[in-house]
C-alpha cells in the first residue's frame, strides 16, 4: 500500500513560482512516483514523472519551466514551478505506480495510488 499526500498549492500571478511537495509512506518503494494535473474539463495529464533508479522526465509544455526532483532520502517528492501562466491552472495530484511494464511516462490510468490534490491557480 502506498500513501501520498501534496503540499504547497496555491494562488499566485502569471510568472512567479511554486513548489509542491509530495510525502510519501510506502512499504516499498514505488517503480515511478509522478505529478499530474487537471484542468476544469480537461483530461488528468502527466507532468513530470520520475524512476525511482533513474532522473526525472516532464511534459513538453512544461520542459524548461518546472523540475521533478525526490526528497527526504527518495521517500517524497517535489515540483519546482517557475515561470507558471494561467494555462498551469488545475488540480495538481501526485501519484505512484508500483509495478508495470511501461515507462513512468504514461497515462494516469496506469497509476495505481493518488494523493487527494492540490489547486493551483495562476492568475494573469
Known amino acids: 500500500q502506498v500513501y501520498l499526500r501534496e503540499s504547497g498549492g496555491g494562488s499566485v500571478q502569471a510568472g512567479q513560482s511554486l513548489r509542491l511537495s509530495c510525502a510519501v509512506s510506502a512499504s516499498r518503494t514505488p517503480n515511478c512516483l509522478g505529478w499530474f494535473r487537471q484542468g476544469f474539463g480537461a483530461e488528468r495529464e502527466a507532468v513530470a514523472v520520475i524512476h525511482k533508479d533513474m532522473a526525472g522526465e516532464l511534459s513538453d509544455s512544461v520542459k524548461g519551466r518546472f523540475t521533478i526532483s525526490r526528497e527526504k532520502g527518495k521517500r517524497g517528492i517535489a515540483l519546482e514551478m517557475t515561470s507558471l501562466s494561467p494555462d498551469d491552472t488545475a488540480v495538481y495530484y501526485c501519484?505512484?505506480?508500483?509495478?508495470?511494464?511501461?515507462?513512468?511516462?504514461?497515462?494516469?490510468?496506469?497509476?495505481?495510488?493518488w494523493g487527494q490534490g492540490t489547486q493551483v491557480n495562476v492568475s494573469s
Open positions: 501519484a505512484a505506480r508500483s509495478s508495470g511494464v511501461a515507462g513512468c511516462f504514461s497515462p494516469w490510468r496506469t497509476y495505481n495510488y
